[in-house]
T-cell receptor
Framework: QKEVEQDPGPLSVPEGAIVSLNCTYS??????FMWYRQYSRKGPELLMY????GNKEDGRFTAQVDKSSKYISLFIRDSQPSDSATYLC??????????????FGKGTLLTVNP | DAGVIQSPRHEVTEMGQEVTLRCKPI?????LFWYRQTMMRGLELLIY????????DSGMPEDRFSAKMPNASFSTLKIQPSEPRDSAVYFC???????????FGEGSWLTVV
């Protein structure tokens, strides 16, 4: 079993839809959970960061972590065409923020259609 | 700030040739990372440096790969000899201190034919 599993999609939604992106993981030592956004032919950029279980909201984006189920989610409300990108989950067992021993999911390709 | 700068952006080379990828981290950052991204394996950490010193190279796939950081503003990732299975996007990234945001460059797209 891979340490981090993420459905690669692709996921195609109409503008204004609520998008749900998810990852599961197997390593119970993971404490720090991140979502990165990667536009086509660009490097990943940090979108959301959460420590341990719980929710975090930032504008249209909400990150949820359920450590008991080893399941993390990213919700995008009122999705926009500019949200079209690949979304990668990442997690680490030590340190905080975007730390060095990150394990990434393979990413979900999202397209928001106008 | 100009961000993390990588060169070349694209490289096509023949099997057996040496490939050198270059990276200039963000000024003042003390951590530098090399990642590789493929469809099959996703984004993988190859090696990272702290204050120019290699800390963990356990992700380097084999002896054909080597990385150096001669000073705080420059790093190289070298593949010698290159093989078709090395075809991937190689990202350099940097951060300041532990636990802070990692900033990625735009990647070097390598194709080995």
């Amino acid at each position: 079993q891979k340490e981090v599993e993420q459905d690669p999609g692709p996921l195609s939604v109409p503008e204004g839809a609520i998008v749900s992106l998810n990852c599961t993981y197997s390593n119970s030592a993971f404490q720090y959970f991140m979502w990165y956004r990667q536009y086509s032919r660009k490097g990943p950029e940090l979108l959301m960061y959460t420590y341990s279980s719980g929710n975090k909201e930032d504008g249209r984006f909400t990150a949820q972590v359920d450590k008991s189920s080893k399941y993390i989610s990213l919700f995008i409300r009122d999705s926009q065409p500019s949200d079209s990108a690949t979304y990668l989950c990442a997690m680490s067992a030590v340190g905080g923020g975007s730390n060095y021993k990150l394990t990434f999911g393979k990413g979900t390709l999202l397209t928001v259609n106008p | 700030d100009a961000g993390v700068i990588q060169s070349p952006r694209h490289e096509v080379t023949e099997m057996g040739q040496e490939v050198t990828l270059r990276c200039k981290p963000i000024s003042g950052h003390d951590y530098l990372f090399w990642y590789r991204q493929t469809m099959m394996r996703g984004l993988e950490l190859l090696i990272y440096f702290n204050n120019n010193v290699p800390i963990d190279d356990s992700g380097m796939p084999e002896d054909r790969f080597s990385a150096k950081m001669p000073n705080a503003s420059f790093s190289t990732l070298k593949i010698q000899p290159s093989e078709p299975r090395d075809s991937a996007v190689y990202f350099c990234a940097s951060s300041y201190g532990q636990g802070n945001t990692i900033y990625f460059g735009e990647g070097s797209w390598l194709t080995v034919v």
